[in-house]
């Protein structure tokens, strides 16, 4: 992979759409209050998913070992690290949405447990540079 996930883009675009429309209507506290709040939820729904799907793709790989091994031999890439390093690229294409609709990434926990869940396809990023 070597670009986000289509969807990943539209996950905060409610919000965004929602907030151009209304930023004149609210106070800017409230705003940041209630954006924070819902990037907040958003994102450790997005982590407990991302979290449910390496749990799988964990699972998937250590029953297929043997398979593993011989890819690894022949030099590709495994399946397990390809959706690791797409998990990463939504990531970061997330956190771009997050800093696009106003919200601190550091006040959202799920943005952390996002962060921790893909460094594994982060240093993959770099090896196949």
């Not at 929602?18 to 609210?26: D, I, L, M």
């Not at 029953?63 to 970061?92: C, F, H, M, T």
């Amino acid at each position: 992979p070597d670009r986000a996930s289509h969807f990943v883009s539209t996950i905060l675009r409610p919000l965004k759409e929602f907030s151009a429309e209304f930023v004149n209507r609210t106070p800017p506290s409230v705003t940041g209050q209630w954006k924070t709040s819902i990037v907040a939820t958003i994102s450790n729904e997005y982590a407990n998913a991302t979290r449910d799907l390496l749990e799988t793709v964990q699972k998937t790989e250590a029953a297929l070992q043997s398979r593993r091994a011989r890819r690894a031999a022949a030099g590709g890439i495994s399946d397990g690290d390809k959706v690791k390093l797409q998990l990463y690229l939504d990531y970061k294409e997330f956190l771009n949405a997050v800093n696009d609709v106003g919200v601190d990434p550091a006040n959202c926990e799920g943005i952390n447990r996002l962060r921790a869940l893909t460094e594994e396809g982060a240093s993959l990023m770099t090896e196949n540079k």
